[in-house]
């Protein structure tokens, strides 16, 4: 199992290089990422038939579309009005705090959340705000380097609570939703995301030290919550895993649950901060 799981880890790492310094190449490849995050939602939801999975991708793809020409996005995915695009990440931002309170009532919330059409929905609310602010970042003029600094201090809050939860870890962060979790574990994650701030203002945007602290501490918390929202859905669905397609990674959706919920957080903060929109 870890030769598959380091194996499947560098070919994600190459294929997403790889798409990241092409605009064409990473609106394919957040696309397709999206698509298959959608059928595993549906799953997770409750579908089973091929033809209802492959529907609600379809739907899923016509919000993305009507989103898009809301936030005012051109045919070459760089005409966003960014004032348009503040007021749609801060609604999606508002969302993951209703997503918070049903990660803290669960088991309970799932009186409110736990039916397949409502899981459906906010399928909705967790993936559509995910291919827009890619994309969005990706416009930007360094956009493959704010992708990669976004990827990376999830990457990097997501290994620090593994290894500091994993040898101090005692205080349950959400004992009923993902038992494995800590305080301790959360606290170790965002050490991990502000060294990554220091160490990147220092070697390369000394002019921008604090604002990447204000843009590394947000993204790196909120990263948690997409983490413990897909663990409630599949501890609902009692299945372990998204999906299958990363041999000892399990789905997309297991891949990229922290990145959902950290991108409208970035996002916001790069339209507030001005980082790498024109001074990166």
């Given at each position: 199992m870890l030769k598959e799981r380091v194996t499947s880890a560098i070919i994600m790492a190459l294929v997403f290089i790889a798409a990241l310094f092409s605009k064409v190449g990473f609106m394919i490849f957040v696309t397709l990422g999206t698509a298959v995050a959608a059928w595993e939602w549906a799953a997770l939801a409750g579908l089973t038939r091929r033809h209802r999975k492959f529907s609600y991708v379809c739907f899923l793809f016509v919000v993305v579309s009507l989103c898009a020409v809301l936030v005012g996005m051109d045919d070459n995915l760089e005409g966003i009005a960014h004032s348009k695009l503040s007021y749609f990440v801060v609604i999606a931002m508002a969302w993951w705090l209703v997503a918070l309170a049903m990660v803290k009532g669960y088991p309970a919330s799932t009186s409110f959340w736990g039916r397949s059409w409502t899981i459906l929905l906010i399928g909705v609310f967790v993936l559509v705000p995910t291919?827009?602010?890619?994309?969005?970042?990706?416009?930007q003029e360094?956009?493959?380097?704010?992708?990669?600094?976004?990827?990376?201090?999830?990457?990097?809050?997501?290994?620090?609570?593994?290894?500091v939860g994993r040898k101090f870890g005692k205080t349950r962060l959400a004992e009923t939703v993902s038992p494995a979790k800590s305080w301790e574990g959360v606290f170790g994650g965002l050490a991990a995301a502000i060294l990554l701030a220091l160490i990147v203002g220092q070697l390369w945007l000394p002019d921008q030290r604090f604002s990447l602290l204000l843009l590394a501490i947000p993204t790196a918390c909120i990263s948690v919550l997409g983490d413990l929202l897909e663990s409630m859905v599949k501890r609902h669905r009692g299945v372990k895993d998204s999906g299958l397609l990363f041999p000892g990674h399990g789905g997309v959706l297991d891949r990229v649950d922290g990145i959902t919920a950290a991108v409208p957080v970035f996002t916001l903060m790069i339209l507030v901060l001005g980082i790498g929109i024109s001074a990166l």
């Open positions: 291919w827009i602010g890619l994309i969005f970042l990706r416009s360094y956009g493959s380097w704010l992708i990669l600094l976004l990827v990376s201090i999830v990457a990097s809050a997501d290994i620090g609570a593994y290894f």
